[in-house]
C-alpha cells in the first residue's frame, strides 16, 4: 500500500469501505460501560480456555477485538474514541499495554482485519504482539476484499501477503472470508470475491502449507449463502466459523431486521457439524452496556458486584461450541472489567438464561434502530454521520424522550432533550435531513438496515417536534 503512496480515502475505496472522520459514539460507550463496571482484583493464570479440536490447542474464551484502538489524543480528536473513528495516529503505546496486560491475564486470540482502524489496525497489532513469543498468541486476521476492484486473484493475494508482512508473522492461526452474506446479492458477491476468482483454492493450499493453521468465514446477513458455505464443508473443510451472536441476536435478530438471522439457527447449524464458533459484536456494539437505567436495576439487583456487560459474556460462555468470544477494548477499564468476567467464566444457569431472554423481549419492544456503530456505512457522500444520528435517537428512545403524541405527559421535556442533544451530538450539516437517498450505505451495513429510509423517518420526527406537530 505504501509503495503505491495512494491516499486515505483511495484506500478505504479500495476496501469498500469507510469510517466517519469523527463521531462521539464510541466516547459514549465508553462512558456507559465505565459506568456500569465493576472494580476488584484481577487474578492472573485463571483465564477460561476452550479447545480447538482440530489442533487441540487452548484458545482463551475472551478474544481480544483490534478494531478499536486508542489513538493518540489533541484538541481536534476530543469527541473520536478509538482509532476507527478518526484519522488521529494510533497511540502504539497504549497498545502495547493493553496487549501485555492482557496476554499476562491470559487472553491469548486477537482479531484484526486489514479494513480495521482505516487499514492500521494489523500495522499496531504486529507491533504489539512481535514483542511476545510467537506461542504466546494466536493471530486471526481477514481477507477484506470487499471492493470490485480487489476481486481479483492478485489484488486479493498481495492483500493476504500485505497481512502477513504488517502482522510479522510469517504464518495466520485464524483466516477468514470477511463478511460473507452482506449486501444484497450474496451469492454473487461470495462468486465474485472468493470462489471464481481462485482465491480460496489459493486459501486452501495455504492451509495445506501450514501458512493457514485455520481457515473459516465471518457471516453477516444472507443466510442462503450461510446454508450454502456450510453445505459444502465436505469439500472445504471449515475450522471455524465468526457469527453475530448475543442474547438478543440469540432469538430477535430477525425481528429487529428481516433481513437478519437468528443467533439460535445459526449456532445450532454450526453445532451439528461440531464446528468451533468464534463470535462478534457480544455487546452489540455497545447497545447491551448502554441500556436503559429500568433494565440495568434489574440486572444490578439480581449481580449487584457484577458489570452489564458481563452478562452477555456469560451467556455466550454458556454454550460449548463458542471457541472464543471477541470484544474491542479501546481502554484498559474495559479490559480489565472483561477480564474479571472470564478469569474465571461462570455459566448461566437456565433461570439466568431467561432473565435475559426477558431483557431482550424488553429491549426489542423499544423498537431501537439495530446500528452496532461499526461505521461500515461511512463516510457518507453528503456528509452524514449516520452512527451518531442513529445513536442519539436509540439514546433517547432507552430514555424515554420520544413522543407519540403533544399529549404525552413528558412531551415538552422529552421534546427539548431530543433536539438540544441531537445539535450537541451531531453538527447541523451532518444531520438526517440532508439524507439524499442516494442508498451507497445500505449496502455495506452488516445489519442490513435501509438506512434511508430511517433517515427520513428520524427527520419526519425532527421536523414535526420542531413544529409541534405531532
Known sequence: MESKNISRREFLKKLGLGVAATSVVAAACSDKQKENAVEGDIPKGKMTYRMNPKTNEKVSLLGYGMMRLPIIQSENTKNAGSARDTDAPIDQEAVNRLVDYAIAHGVNYFDTSPAYCKGKSEHATGIALSRHKRNEFFIATKLSNFAPQTWSYNASVEMFNNSLKELQVDYIDYLLLHGVGMGEDGMQVLHGRYLDNGVLDFLLKQREKGIIRNLGFSYHGDVNVFDYLLSQHDKYHWDFVQIQ?????????????????????????????????????????????????????????????????????????????????????????????????????????????????????????????????????????????????????????NEGNISESMQDKNYWKARKAFLIGYDRKVPKLRQANMCTGCNECSPHCPQRIAIPVEMQKIDAYVEKIKQNLL
Open 245 to 397: 451472536m448475543n442474547y438478543m441476536d440469540w432469538a430477535y435478530a430477525k425481528q429487529i431486521n428481516a433481513r437478519n438471522t437468528n443467533a439460535e439457527y445459526l449456532y445450532n447449524e454450526l453445532a451439528k457439524l461440531d464446528i468451533p464458533i468464534v463470535i462478534m459484536e457480544p455487546l452489540l456494539g455497545g447497545r447491551l452496556v448502554k441500556m436503559p437505567d429500568a433494565i440495568v436495576k434489574q440486572m444490578k439487583e439480581r449481580e449487584p458486584e457484577k458489570s452489564v456487560a458481563s452478562w452477555a459474556f456469560r451467556f455466550l460462555g454458556s454454550y460449548d461450541k463458542v471457541l472464543t468470544s471477541l470484544s474491542g477494548m479501546t481502554e484498559m477499564q474495559h479490559l480489565q472489567d472483561n477480564l474479571r468476567t472470564h478469569c474465571p467464566l461462570k455459566p448461566l444457569t437456565e433461570e439466568e438464561k431467561d432473565f435475559l431472554f426477558s431483557i431482550a423481549k424488553q429491549m426489542v419492544e423499544k423498537n431501537n434502530i439495530p446500528c452496532n456503530e461499526c461505521q461500515y456505512c461511512m463516510p457518507c457522500p453528503y456528509g452524514l454521520d449516520i452512527p451518531a444520528i442513529f445513536t442519539h435517537y436509540n439514546k433517547c428512545i
